[in-house]
């Protein structure tokens, strides 16, 4: 379900640090009923590659804007992390550079940033965007705890702001809602 941005920005990420620049695009609580410890259990699964657990809205969606990027030079290597744009890590507290990364996603280009107990960020970039993705574990007020996730964009310059707006409905509409219905439905298989 989508949620009001302040329920990441009144929130004492320590992500707030150091991406001042970034503009959040949308935040959304995932149905991870789980407890204090778990955000490592998340990423792992949530990471893992397995394409089965992607519906098939977005497998096919992820599938065509790739294809759509390689016909348009969106995606070229030198558009991306360490190319175009540094690397978020390159912004890192000390504590956070020296602590875990968490993992890298296997099968869709976003790379670990850091990882904490309660936070795991990773990143892309290509011609289009710098983006972050945060997943923060967050009480419930019950004693349980679940997972938030926010969009976070540098857009890169009038395409990139063309190309937020334009995918912004079909995020909002299909990515996202099939994206938290998957992850709802796998949460409890996730290891």
């Given at each position: 379900m989508r949620i009001p941005n302040s329920e990441y920005t009144d929130r004492p990420w320590r992500i707030h640090e150091f991406t001042e620049d970034f503009e959040v695009e949308d935040v959304w609580e995932l149905p991870t009923p789980g407890g204090?410890?778990?955000?490592?259990?998340?990423?792992?699964?949530?990471?893992?590659?397995?394409?089965?657990?992607?519906?098939?809205?977005?497998?096919n969606l992820f599938a065509i804007r790739w294809k759509l990027g390689s016909l348009l030079g969106l995606d070229k290597e030198s558009t991306g992390l360490g190319k175009r744009v540094q690397t978020l890590r390159s912004r890192l507290p000390d504590d956070l550079r020296n602590g875990s990364r968490g993992r890298d996603f296997e099968t869709v280009p976003f790379v670990a940033v850091y990882q904490t107990d309660t936070e795991y960020v990773a990143e892309l970039a290509n011609r289009t965007v710098h983006a972050l993705m945060h997943i923060g574990w967050v009480a419930d007020g019950n004693g349980g705890y679940h997972g938030q996730m926010t969009a976070l964009v540098k857009p890169n310059g009038l395409l990139g702001k063309v190309y937020m707006t334009g995918i912004k409905p079909i995020r909002r509409t299909l990515v996202y809602p099939e994206l938290i219905r998957s992850i709802g439905k796998e949460w409890p298989q996730y290891t």
């Open positions: 204090p410890a778990e955000l490592d259990r998340f990423v792992r699964g949530f990471t893992d590659g397995d394409d089965d657990k992607s519906g098939f809205v977005i497998r």
